[in-house]
């Protein structure tokens, strides 16, 4: 195999190569945000949609984007062509920059800019036919969770404490009510209904979540944001987990207990027909590598 080529303030570079500096405020103190961007047969899935998502978390935490939309696609789709493979899944990381340590932002930041393409797998076939644990866990994570900010160490802990349980992911719950998975958003069917949490400032607007609920809509499903207590979740008839790499995974067990029938549901398994066909739309021919 090939060493990865990653993208840094500007130029190509290989992975072994790069660096960043000591002092950058991402290094220092979590000062920045990031995306994660699937792409199918070398194309960059939504990503208009990523990029005004990295806008929204870039304004929020008080920087402006240091690529415009077009600059953004050029540097992507030339990363993902000097790496292997069709699929690929693309990571982009912005941060204030290197700076003395302050807390305070520096008053002439320039910003590190870094992108990294590696393989993207589909999912295994275990997974399609018998779904994935998960448990329930508080979400002890901060009020702005609306940002996809690189300080994610709660989430990483809360990710932990479910593989340690034998679960593939922790569903938070904040006052009773679902808000997301620690690195998914949520689903749920109840009585042919396809429920997912509300937007808001406890969970991350989900790409895919967003094209889930287009699915399911444009082909008759019933489909509605609204806030899910905990016992709603329990009782659930399906449970589904979203993300940009994982797609739509069924949750056939919560906290050690059978979710439906303990198989992924019908309705599971109808979104994600839909879902692949989408991403069949997308692709074009294998671009040439020599």
Same mark, same amino acid.
């Given at each position: 195999?090939?060493?990865?080529?990653?993208y840094?303030?500007?130029?190509?570079?290989?992975?072994?190569?790069?660096?960043?500096?000591?002092?950058?405020r991402?290094?220092?103190?979590?000062?920045?945000?990031? &995306?994660?961007?699937?792409?199918?047969?070398a194309? *960059?899935?939504?990503?208009?949609?990523?990029?005004?998502?990295l806008?929204?978390?870039?304004?929020?935490?008080?920087?402006?984007?240091?690529?415009?939309?077009?600059?953004?696609?050029?540097?992507?789709?030339?990363l993902?062509?000097?790496?292997?493979?069709?699929?690929?899944?693309?990571y982009?990381?912005?941060?204030?920059?290197?700076?003395?340590?302050?807390?305070?932002?520096?008053e002439?930041?320039?910003?590190?800019?870094?992108?990294?393409?590696?393989?993207?797998?589909?999912?295994?076939a275990?997974?399609?036919?018998?779904?994935?644990?998960?448990i329930?866990? &508080?979400?002890?994570?901060?009020?702005?969770?609306?940002?996809?900010?690189?300080?994610l160490?709660?989430?990483? !802990?809360?990710?932990?404490?479910?593989?340690?349980?034998?679960a593939? &992911?922790?569903?938070?719950v904040?006052?009773?009510?679902?808000? &997301?998975?620690?690195a998914?958003?949520?689903?749920?069917?109840?009585?042919?209904?396809?429920?997912? *949490?509300?937007?808001?400032?406890?969970?991350?607007?989900?790409?895919?979540?967003?094209?889930?609920?287009e699915?399911?809509?444009?082909?008759?499903?019933?489909?509605?944001?609204?806030?899910?207590?905990?016992?709603?979740?329990?009782?659930?008839?399906?449970?589904w987990l979203s993300?940009?790499?994982?797609?739509?995974?069924?949750?056939?067990? !919560?906290?050690?207990?059978?979710?439906?029938?303990?198989k992924?549901?019908?309705?599971?398994?109808?979104?994600?027909? !839909?879902?692949?066909?989408?991403k069949?739309?997308?692709?074009?021919?294998?671009?040439s590598?020599?």
């Amino acid at each position: 195999m090939t060493t990865p080529i990653v993208y840094v303030n500007g130029a190509f570079i290989p992975q072994d190569q790069a660096s960043v500096p000591l002092m950058d405020r991402g290094f220092m103190f979590g000062d920045g945000v990031y &995306e994660v961007i699937p792409a199918y047969g070398a194309r *960059p899935f939504r990503l208009e949609q990523h990029l005004q998502r990295l806008d929204n978390s870039l304004a929020a935490i008080r920087m402006a984007n240091p690529l415009d939309h077009d600059r953004w696609r050029q540097v992507l789709e030339e990363l993902v062509a000097r790496n292997e493979g069709d699929d690929q899944s693309i990571y982009l990381q912005v941060t204030r920059g290197p700076a003395p340590r302050n807390h305070a932002f520096p008053e002439h930041a320039q910003p590190t800019v870094v992108a990294i393409s590696t393989p993207l797998t589909a999912l295994t076939a275990d997974i399609l036919t018998n779904g994935v644990a998960a448990i329930t866990c &508080e979400d002890i994570r901060w009020k702005y969770c609306h940002i996809k900010a690189i300080t994610l160490l709660p989430n990483v !802990l809360l990710r932990q404490q479910a593989l340690d349980d034998g679960a593939a &992911e922790a569903i938070l719950v904040r006052d009773g009510l679902v808000t &997301e998975g620690a690195a998914s958003n949520v689903f749920i069917v109840t009585g042919g209904r396809v429920l997912t *949490p509300p937007t808001g400032p406890f969970l991350l607007p989900g790409i895919t979540r967003d094209l889930i609920i287009e699915l399911a809509r444009g082909n008759g499903v019933a489909c509605d944001e609204a806030d899910i207590p905990l016992a709603s979740l329990q009782q659930a008839d399906e449970i589904w987990l979203s993300s940009s790499t994982r797609e739509i995974i069924p949750v056939t067990r !919560l906290d050690d207990r059978a979710v439906g029938n303990g198989k992924p549901g019908p309705l599971w398994r109808r979104l994600y027909d !839909l879902y692949q066909a989408y991403k069949q739309t997308l692709r074009q021919p294998a671009v040439s590598r020599h």
